[in-house]
């Protein structure tokens, strides 16, 4: 049987992640955060990882994204192990990671300091234009909304054109009508750029919405619990049958009640 | 490694650090033209000198004295008045330009005029310090009612709280952690300028005591050890201050993001 | 736009309206209490009128501005290094804080007979003393700078693989500089402040000295207090610059909250 979290063994995984363990130490005592997770990325897949608050899905994230070394277990990208933060995986957290200092053309030019200046005019226009920021170039941070924030800093993340976009509830501050766009938005963008997104949320209803396939994770110490695939194509109707019934699914996996 | 042993290596650094700092003095000193610059040992006797004469406790009293009066006296009319002022908005519409003109002007500029109102002596740097400390205070209090967030001001009303009582039951507890800070802060100041005061307008004093072992016999060993007395006391008035602060406010639990 | 033109009126009227107060009251304590060497507004006006007259006024506002340049510039140019690296390098900041700790309170103005001793009778001392003044607040400035960036900032600049030199200067730095440029006008305030005391013992120039040998050379009283006022519009202009400064955009976002 295969490992819950392993995708169709003919196709290679853009990333592998085997037996990862993390414990951290405090004042002496040892918590288990994450107890063998094991989880396969297909690439291009769009894949939302959720769970229980502090679970350890956000570590679970950091780890990948290479800013936190696992204690056990290791994590391969392209079948290289990942040993630090890296362009072709950008982490994108919710807006307070813009830059307050950097007007909005700024920002999504930061990562491109290699590129000509033609090369990087080019794309800080194509991305203003697609995450739909028109009329906004000069403008700095603190003039713009939550939800203008949210899509500066993904258009920041796409305008280096990385493999992997790693997104930690990323629409948790925003309300919730400014959600719903911003879910159909990323998944537009993504239908374009194709990378592969790993987008961990609290939020089953977001998970199911958006992801082709969602990793639950249970509670401490984690490890996936299930990996539900999601075969409902988009456009996804949020009244369908097929998506209520994969949607109770996961609320029972989480020990859930689905009638309040 | 221990935890414990790599804790004592630590904590040495920063002292091997400051010996360091010594040496390079008394190397300077010895290797100096004038010998009139004391080094860090001499200076040390010069400490001792003041206290076989009885000199040190007499004149740190004088000067803690008048720093104390003088501040306490800014508090007690600054905060009052500058809590109010913060309050009602035409008010301060009023008198913040002239606060702006007066708060760049040394206390020190007004040395001629102390002396010639009060004479030389305790009252004439009471009254300097008093007017250092005034203005930074006022502002201080002017600023933190500023910041105090209309939420709880507007909660305060919508439980029927009679004015007198939003005073001191959510004006009051609200502003008291910028205010100790701004209190350590000025305390600093009123510091600074006692001894100030003392080079010029009295005959006690630690800040009295660096001019007079000048001028008297160039004792220069008695004016670093003042200057390193000024610093040592300076300092245990800052951590006594930031004892407080984190007393108080731990309680209390900060409220900035 | 009829309650704007009300609100702008007020913002004037009223700091006038006390201001006149203000001199009114000053004129009448003279008259009622009829002291003969305490300047009326009058006088202290006749006396900037002397002052500039006599072209001294000029030289004198030269000497202590340019004092505060020299010093207030060289403790820019050694404090803000010092004050970033010490944020940067908490392992150097440990080692080292404790010793600026204890060097901070002792006032610049106790330095100043060694600082004679030093530098003889001079602008030299006066620099000394003003760069010893204004460098620890800057320090301090550069330090909480860096240390209260966000974690979230360098983790993106990380990512975005930027080197180690590259992160200080393209997120760090950008990210403490409102810090920096609150320790920046607390240094420059104490500098005008120490400049004046510095005038006053160990220089014979500048404004400082002109409040002194104003009373010492004849008691006019008048001439101290237009001093004074002078040093007051002065140290009001550098606070407004300061302002302006930080109303610029790419700092502005850190100073929410100013009064």
């Not at chain 1, 920041?156 to 009508?177: C, K, T």
């Not at chain 3, 610049?108 to 030299?124: E, K, N, Q, T, Y």
């Not at chain 3, 440029?181 to 005008?192: K, Q, V």
Request: positive net charge.
């Amino acid at each position: 049987m295969a490992l819950a979290g392993s995708i169709l063994p003919s196709v290679k995984p853009k990333l592998s992640a085997q037996h990862i363990n993390m414990v951290y130490t405090r004042d002496g005592a040892s918590v288990p955060v994450l107890s063998d997770v094991n989880l396969d990325v297909a690439n291009g897949e769009f894949l939302c990882i959720v769970g229980p608050s502090g679970c350890g899905k956000s570590t679970l994230l950091s780890m990948i994204g290479g800013f936190l070394a696992p204690t056990g277990g290791e994590i391969r990208i392209d079948g290289q192990v990942v040993s630090g933060p890296d362009p072709r995986r950008i982490f994108v957290f919710q807006e307070r990671g813009v830059f307050p200092w950097l007007t909005v053309e700024g920002n999504i030019e930061f990562g491109l300091f290699r590129l000509s200046r033609e090369e990087r005019r080019r794309r800080v226009a194509h991305y203003i234009n697609m995450v739909g920021l028109i009329g906004f170039e000069r403008a700095y941070p603190a003039e713009l909304s939550g939800g203008m924030k949210q899509r500066l800093e993904v258009a920041r993340a796409l305008a280096v054109n990385p493999d992997m976009l790693l997104l930690d509830e990323p629409f948790g501050a925003l309300d919730s009508i400014t959600r719903l766009t911003m879910r159909s938005e990323l998944l537009r963008i993504w239908e374009k750029e194709r990378n592969t997104i790993i987008f961990v949320t609290h939020d089953i209803d977001e998970a199911v919405q958006m992801a082709d396939r969602v990793a639950v994770m249970s509670g401490r110490p984690a490890r996936i619990q299930e990996t539900v695939v999601i075969d409902i194509p988009h456009p996804r109707d949020i009244s369908s049958a097929r998506y209520l019934e994969l949607r109770n699914g996961i609320l029972e996996q989480l020990g859930l009640a689905h009638q309040i | 490694m221990r935890p414990k042993e790599l804790n004592l290596r630590v904590r040495i650094r920063p002292i091997a650090f400051i010996a360091i700092l010594l040496v390079l003095w008394q190397i300077a000193t010895v290797r100096s033209r004038t010998h009139l610059l004391p080094g860090p040992w001499e200076t040390v006797g010069g400490v001792a000198d003041l206290v076989r004469e009885g000199v040190l406790l007499k004149y740190v009293t004088a000067s803690l004295f008048r720093v104390t009066w003088g501040f306490v006296l800014a508090a007690v009319l600054a905060i009052p008045a500058g809590l109010t002022i913060g309050w009602y908005p035409r008010l301060e519409m009023a008198l913040n330009p002239l606060i702006q003109i007066l708060r760049p002007i040394s206390p020190l500029a007004w040395i001629p005029i102390a002396i010639l109102w009060f004479g030389v002596g305790d009252l004439a740097a009471i009254f300097l310090i008093f007017l250092s400390c005034f203005l930074p205070l006022l502002l201080t209090a002017i600023n933190a009612v500023h910041r105090v967030p209309a939420m709880y001001v507007n909660a305060g009303r919508n439980f029927g709280l009679s004015p007198v009582n939003l005073v001191f039951r959510v004006l009051y507890p609200a502003v008291l952690p910028q205010l100790i800070t701004g209190l350590r802060i000025t305390l600093g100041v009123a510091w600074i300028v006692v001894v100030a005061a003392e080079m010029i307008a009295v005959n006690s004093g630690l800040g009295f005591l660096i001019v007079d072992a000048r001028n008297a016999g160039n004792r220069y060993d008695l004016v670093v050890a003042g200057m390193v007395l000024i610093g040592v006391i300076g300092l245990l008035l800052d951590q006594t201050m930031r004892t407080l602060e984190r007393a108080k406010s731990m309680r209390w639990g900060y409220s900035e993001d | 736009m009829k309650a704007q033109t009300m609100h702008t009126l007020e913002r004037f009227a009223l700091p006038l309206l006390a201001m006149v107060l203000m001199l009114a009251l000053w004129e009448y304590s003279i008259r009622w209490t009829g002291t003969k060497v305490f300047p009326s507004p009058m006088a202290v006006e006749h006396g900037l009128g002397e002052l500039l007259r006599k072209g001294l006024l000029w030289a004198y506002i030269a000497d202590s501005l340019r004092r505060v340049a020299l010093g207030f510039g060289a403790a820019v140019l050694a404090g803000i290094p010092a004050g970033l690296a010490l944020g940067w390098y908490p392992a150097v900041n440990q080692v080292v804080n404790p010793a600026l700790q204890m060097l901070r309170p002792i006032s610049p103005i106790a330095w100043i007979p060694v600082a004679i001793l030093l530098f003889g009778v001079g602008d030299a001392t006066a620099v000394f003393l003003i760069f010893l003044s204004a460098f620890f607040p800057i320090v301090v400035g550069g330090v909480s700078g860096v240390a209260n960036v966000p974690a979230i900032f360098r983790r993106a600049g990380r990512n975005f693989g930027l080197s180690g030199p590259q992160l200080l200067a393209r997120v760090v730095f950008p990210a403490a500089l409102p810090q920096l440029i609150t320790g920046l006008r607390l240094a420059l305030g104490i500098a005008w402040v120490v400049v004046v005391a510095a005038e006053m013992i160990a220089v014979d120039s500048g404004l400082g000295y002109l409040i002194i040998d104003a009373r010492n050379s004849g008691k006019r009283y008048d001439l101290v207090v237009a001093a004074m006022l002078i040093i007051g519009l002065i140290g009001l202009a550098m606070d407004v610059c300061f302002r302006r400064l930080q109303a610029i955009p790419s700092v502005r976002w850190g100073f929410r909250s100013e009064s």
